[in-house]
């Protein structure tokens, strides 16, 4: 299984940006995906996350009501759509594959997480 985020930049407050989640290998729905992102000096911390089952999605309070995340099946890809994006939303972002979850559980955890891709940097200006 390999993951491959991408769509990070450098925006000024306020715009949007879309990240994507590409995974090749199997199929998409076999996993819980999360996104996570760390900025320098800080820990990983959970911004959003669906469980294997696609029905429960979880966002973390510092991004709910503005954060989305989808998928399109036909693509094994999961999107993480970011607005209204404040300068402590700058960080590098990752997303990452859990198998053994339960089948409506979202992990919220790294440690959790089997795969990850590489990291997408976003820059937010202020």
């Known amino acids: 299984v390999q993951l491959q985020a991408s769509g990070g930049g450098l925006v000024q407050a306020g715009d949007s940006l879309r990240l994507s989640c590409t995974m090749s290998?199997?199929?998409?729905?076999?996993?819980?995906l999360g996104w996570f992102r760390q900025a320098p000096g800080k820990e990983r911390e959970f911004v959003a996350g669906?469980?294997?089952?696609?029905?429960?999605?979880k966002y973390a309070d510092s991004v709910k009501g503005r954060f989305t995340t989808s998928r399109d099946i036909a693509k094994n890809t999961r999107f993480l759509l970011m607005n209204n994006l404040k300068s402590e939303d700058t960080a590098a972002y990752y997303c990452?594959?859990?198998?053994?979850?339960?089948?409506?559980?979202?992990?919220?955890?790294?440690?959790?997480?089997?795969?990850w891709g590489q990291g997408t940097q976003v820059t937010v200006s202020s």
């Open positions: 669906v469980s294997r089952s696609g029905r429960n999605i």
């Open positions: 990452a594959a859990d198998a053994g979850s339960r089948w409506d559980s979202v992990p919220r955890l790294a440690h959790e997480y089997d795969y």
């Open positions: 290998g199997r199929f998409s729905n076999d996993y819980a």
